[in-house]
């Protein structure tokens, strides 16, 4: 998804195979869109998603992948799926090809959040690279990292780090917080601006563009310590939690 329907246009999200979208405006091949699951909008190629009618609109997916080895078959070729993607009962390309799913699923019902679960869903990103927009193992940024491994543990939240610190429980001090919460942290004016998982209240996974990439960082009272460049790049502003 784009902020303007165009090629050079900032990333502002990515969307997931399967997730549902309603379309606001046409701009030549563009398409203005709106998802369904947070209400994001943005701008993508027309050609990128695929009419469904009502009924299949209303209807929940069944499944969720949720193993980055998860994958599309059609009678050609094969096509990477990643992890969060929406299984519904009838899988199709934007071009009309229908495709076979295989991988590991997850029956959305029977999804129940866990701090072992979160906690586990999150390393499996450990090392992706940092890419504004993201929200996939080959690019993925911060607020985009925390509402995959959310969705993929039965949990539904807002797309950036300023809306997410709008949701969920408070959690008053650091030494309160447990496995599977998330921080927030402002910049210089007050605004939030990142988040990560913590693991526990000395430790946070988190996507950071300090480091490029997904990491496991130092936290205390005052917020992240890197440990690659061995100083403080954060100021915790709060946590929150969610299960």
């Not at 390393?123 to 509402?147: E, M, N």
Request: glycine share 6%.
């Amino acid at each position: 998804m784009h902020k303007e329907p165009l090629h050079r246009s900032e990333q502002v999200n990515q969307l997931l195979y399967g997730d549902r979208v309603e379309i606001l405006e046409l701009d030549n091949f563009w398409a203005k869109i709106r998802a369904f699951d947070d209400d994001y909008e943005g701008w993508c190629l027309v050609n990128q998603i695929m009419p469904v009618t009502k009924r299949e609109f209303t209807k929940p997916a069944k499944y969720l992948n949720v193993s980055h080895k998860g994958r599309l078959v059609s009678e050609y070729n094969e096509i990477p799926l990643p992890v969060g993607a929406a299984l519904r009962t009838r899988n199709m390309l934007p071009s009309g090809e229908k495709v076979k799913f295989k991988g590991k699923k997850a029956f959305v019902p029977e999804l129940k959040p866990s701090m072992e679960n979160i906690e586990s869903c999150a390393r499996r990103f450990l090392a992706a690279p940092y890419q504004w927009g993201g929200k996939v193992l080959q690019g993925v940024d911060c607020s985009g990292l925390t509402q995959v491994v959310m969705k993929i543990n039965g949990i539904q939240i807002a797309r950036d780090a300023s809306q997410q610190a709008m949701q969920g429980a408070p959690v008053a001090f650091l030494q309160e917080a447990r496995c599977g919460d998330l921080a927030f942290f402002a910049n210089e004016e007050g605004r939030i601006n990142h988040v990560g998982i913590l693991l526990d209240e000395h430790a946070i996974l988190h996507a950071t563009e300090t480091a490029g990439c997904v990491v496991i960082d130092k936290i205390d009272q005052q917020g992240i310590v890197s440990r690659t460049l061995r100083k403080r790049t954060h100021a915790l502003r709060l946590i929150r939690r969610f299960f």
